[in-house]
């Protein structure tokens, strides 16, 4: 049985940006934010290594990995646990670099230094405390599009809208 559900394939191909956590030699968190992240099939995600020469070093020598994505308007997304595997590039055939040529990756032949495969084995749903107080979906995602018109218009020092 697939881990991936189609909801957490869909936020994954929305938002387009996961953050991966791996652990440093010294024990302590590496957190590097993944703009290639994508769902490579039923369990698995992957990512191209395009500048994370310390996040890629930490998970050939420890292959456990955390992979958040959440979604900033309904503050709802998915954390994945599992094992990474480094590739070159041209593995299976070339079909990584010509997944993230049709993902829309320019030249990846030549920006693309490794290709990082999870394989899921734990996935759970993350909900923003704010639910707590009964308010809707249709509501949070109405508070932070409001929040984030007014960011990009240059207002600063904005309240949350929590």
């Known amino acids: 049985m697939a881990i991936l559900s189609e909801a957490m394939r869909r936020v994954v191909a929305e938002q387009k940006l996961g953050f991966v956590a791996s652990v ?8 590097s934010p993944k703009g290639t992240l994508a769902v490579w099939d039923d369990d698995h995600l992957i990512f191209a290594d395009l500048a994370s020469p310390r996040t890629v070093a930490n998970l050939r020598e420890r292959p456990g990995i955390e992979v958040n994505v959440v979604d900033p308007f309904s503050r709802k997304g998915f954390r994945f646990r599992g094992r990474a595997e480094v590739l070159a590039p041209g593995a299976d055939g070339d079909a990584y670099l010509a997944f993230f040529a049709r993902a829309g990756l320019a030249e990846p032949e030549r920006r693309v230094r490794a290709i ?8 759970e749903p993350i909900v923003s405390p704010t639910y707590d107080s009964g308010i809707s979906e249709a509501e949070v995602r109405e508070r932070w599009r409001r929040y984030y018109e007014r960011l990009a218009a240059g207002e600063r020092g904005l309240p949350d809208p929590a």
């Open 24 to 31: 440093n030699p010294d024990g302590s968190p590496n957190l």
């Open 116 to 123: 990082v495969k999870i394989l899921v084995q734990h996935a």
